[in-house]
Structures are given as structure tokens and as C-alpha cells.
């Protein structure tokens, strides 16, 4: 009996090594497939256009503002409202583009709470005008008017330092390269804008404006949400010496409310009638 016992034993042991030894390789299968699709994983994550510290974005084919453009508008917004400095917005840029220097809010005061691209207008050979509606976190809202252009492969870069607007910007003809005001009505044309800006700034009534807006003109002002901080370069798109003019206006404004200071870029355009100088329209520049 002890005889038979010992031998069913060792007969079941040397079942459970086969056994054993059959599922060994599955069991390396599992684990090295498992390995695989973690592997696989981790790479979609780093090549995907959501990585961190990733400023270029693609865009899909087709045509118009994709997703991936529009999420590079909201990062690029973001990423100025926390810090509106040339070091912080480095990676966002194209070559050779920048922005000033600003300060950031204090606090967080202006934090944003959340974002979305509103409007998008196509400026021909790449370039586009990306609005996004900013909601801050003290329940205010404030839109980014962001000059960027597609480049290469898809790539995505910011232009320059986009416009705070009042309402989603109109974006115009693609700009020439900027340089100073030409022709006789020049110092006329800078004194204009030293004057309606702040004016712009901090009316509450677009009747405010009446007096530096050419007839027929609609803008509507921003209702001493900002205030100008030192006085604003002005230059023309092109050479022209006409009755009608497109002007690249740099200023730096504060936030009172936030702390914040940001550089901002405004397009003009302004129009001579009786020998005087006015304002058409308030738009979205690119640089």
C-alpha cells in the first residue's frame, strides 16, 4: 500500500511540472505583450500634440483651424495670461518673433479658469488671426485675438504678441512689413493713436469714442478693463501715402484689477477726411 501511495504521488507531481513547464512560455508571452502595449502607449503620449513643454502643434489635413491648431491658440493664450514675458513664450514663437516683456498678475489674480477658441480668419499663405475667449477665475472673460502661422510639416508658431479685443477680432488682408508712417499727415497719424488708445481702454460707451471715429465707424471699446502703461509705437503696413492707412500699434497695458501688465499689439486702420484724422477699425495684427 505505502508502495502504490508513493507512486500515484510522483505521478501527480510530474503532472503538475508538465503542466508547469507547458505554461511557462505562455506566461512570457503575456508579460511580454503587456511590456509592449504599455511601451506603445508611452510613446502616443510623448509624440502626441498634448505633450508638455511641446509649442508646435500639427495640424490636420484639410484645411481651416483643426483641433490641434485650436489647442495651440488655448496653450499659447494661457501660457500668456500666467506669464506675458518673451522668456516664458519663447517655445510658442516663430523665429524671430517676440512679444515684449509684461508681468505677470499677482496671486494668480487672473488665472484662467478656462478657454476656448471662438473665431478663426484665414489670412492667405499660412498665417491666421485664432481668437479665444479667456474666462478668468474673478469671473471676468477677456479675448486673445492670436496671430500664428503654419509652417513646414504642420507645424504651429505664434506670431508675435496677440490683441486683447472686445468682441472675436476681424482679421484683414495679410499684412505687409511694418514701418514708420509716411508722407505729410505722419505726425498727425502717431498723435491720433497716442490719443484714441487710451480713450479705447477705458470707455464704457462706444459714444465715447464719437470724436476720433470716422463717420459710419463701430468700435466697441473695452470698458476700463486695461489701462495704457507708457506711450504706444505706432507703424504703417505698407508705403504707401494715401487718405487710407493700416498701422501696427505696440503698446503695453495693466491690468488693475489682476496686477497683471501685458504687451499688446493692435491693428489699425485710419482714414483722412477734411484733413483730418480718424479711426475706421480696431482689429486682431499680425507682425
Known amino acids: 500500500m505505502a508502495y502504490g501511495f508513493g507512486s500515484e504521488a510522483g505521478k501527480g507531481g510530474g503532472e503538475r511540472r508538465t503542466l508547469w513547464a507547458a505554461l511557462r512560455p505562455a506566461g512570457r508571452v503575456a508579460l511580454w505583450a503587456l511590456v509592449g502595449l504599455l511601451l506603445i502607449r508611452g510613446a502616443a ?3 502626441g500634440p498634448g505633450a508638455e513643454g511641446t509649442s508646435t502643434v500639427r495640424h490636420p489635413a484639410g484645411g481651416g483651424t483643426g483641433q490641434a491648431v485650436s489647442a495651440f491658440a488655448v496653450r499659447f493664450a494661457r501660457g ?5 514675458s518673451q522668456r516664458a513664450l519663447a517655445p510658442f514663437l516663430a523665429t524671430g518673433a517676440r512679444v515684449g516683456e509684461g508681468r505677470p498678475a499677482s496671486g494668480g489674480a487672473a488665472g484662467v479658469a478656462q478657454a476656448e477658441v471662438v ?3 484665414e489670412l492667405g499663405d499660412g498665417r ?3 481668437t479665444v475667449a479667456c474666462e478668468l477665475r474673478d469671473s471676468r472673460t477677456l479675448y486673445l485675438a492670436v496671430p500664428i502661422v ?4 504642420g507645424g504651429v508658431a505664434a506670431l508675435g504678441a496677440p490683441s486683447i479685443v472686445a468682441v472675436p477680432a476681424v482679421a484683414g488682408d495679410d499684412p505687409e512689413r511694418p514701418r514708420p508712417p509716411a508722407g505729410s499727415g505722419a505726425a498727425e497719424i ?8 487710451p480713450a479705447y481702454l477705458s470707455a464704457g460707451e462706444e459714444s465715447e469714442l464719437r470724436y476720433y471715429l470716422a463717420p459710419g465707424a463701430g468700435v466697441v471699446p473695452l470698458g476700463g478693463a486695461l489701462k495704457p502703461a ?3 509705437t505706432v507703424d504703417q503696413l505698407g508705403a504707401g501715402e494715401g487718405r487710407e492707412r493700416s498701422l501696427l500699434v505696440a503698446a ?3 491690468d488693475p484689477a489682476a496686477g497683471a501688465a501685458y504687451p499688446l499689439a493692435y491693428r489699425l486702420e485710419v482714414v483722412e477726411r477734411g484733413g483730418r484724422w480718424y479711426v475706421a477699425s480696431v482689429e486682431g495684427a499680425v507682425a
Open 80 to 84: 500668456y495670461l500666467e506669464d506675458p
Open 230 to 232: 507708457g506711450v504706444p
Open 190 to 197: 502717431e498723435e491720433l493713436v497716442r490719443r484714441f488708445l
Open 150 to 153: 503654419r509652417q513646414g510639416a
Open 128 to 130: 491666421e488671426i485664432v
Open 119 to 121: 473665431r478663426s480668419s
Open 45 to 47: 503620449g510623448l509624440l
Open 252 to 254: 503695453r497695458v495693466e
